[in-house]
């Protein structure tokens, strides 16, 4: 079987206080991309797991879609499959594209062997996976809260709208992120302002990582303004960073970033 993990972006991304576990409880809006990976999955003799595409840090055996297939395996008698994975989402830039990938592996799983589990089942293996992982399992806009893994569907339609995405080869790790954050409750949730026209959201809706990290890499900022000078409604840095995207009206055709960017745009 051969599927597609998708990434997403966070319109919005409010850290709103510290949890007694260590986490923080949050407030944001994910919404699916199209910047894809591959993921193919085959019965096998043996459990085999293949990368290709983008280097991916770390141990393999460590590899959130082996320890999808390991999850569901405590569950179910699963055979051996052969797991290729490869790899365009970059890592590190707040894009889920990990999560996503974990997700995938869990439905096709599903899907492969007949497990017959519900979408709300496949979303309960997947929280114990990561914190965002969950959201793949249906794809669609959430607004998402506690430790971004607790969901309330969201009427949001960007179709038109072309996203373009700049990742400038920046890892920002979980620790580091949240190492500069100071949450507090937000005045007026999430969901209000995504009822506004896009182009209020420049005024109102704020990444609050952005005030953390932007200083310590103006690189980012830079990026930000460029998209907007390009005629951007709105843009902002999605996650913890450190991908910058643009949500335009109308096909920009004025951007140029350096050659070691990786870049992606297409239609929402």
Known sequence: MLDFPNAKINLGLLVTEKRSDGFHNLESCFYPVRWCDALEIVPADAEVFTM???????????????KAYKLLQQSFELPPVHMHLHKAIPMGAGLGGGSADAAFVLKQLNSLFELNLSEEQLENYARQLGSDCAFFIRNKPVIAVEKGDVFKPVELDLSGYTCVIVY??????????????????????IEMYLK?????????????????????????????????????????MTGSGSAIYGLFRNEPDNLIFPGHYLLWRGLL
């Open 168 to 189: 400038p080869g920046i890892h920002i790790t979980t620790a580091e992120a949240y190492g500069n954050i100071i949450p507090k409750k937000p005045s007026c949730g």
């Open 196 to 236: 506004q026209d896009v182009q209020v959201w420049k005024e109102v809706l704020k990444n609050d990582f952005e005030e953390a990290l932007f200083p310590r890499y103006p690189e980012l900022a830079g990026i930000k303004e460029q998209l907007y000078s390009a005629g951007a409604d709105y843009a902002s």
């Open 52 to 66: 290709s595409g983008l280097p991916v840090p770390g141990n393999p055996d460590t590899n959130l879609c082996l």
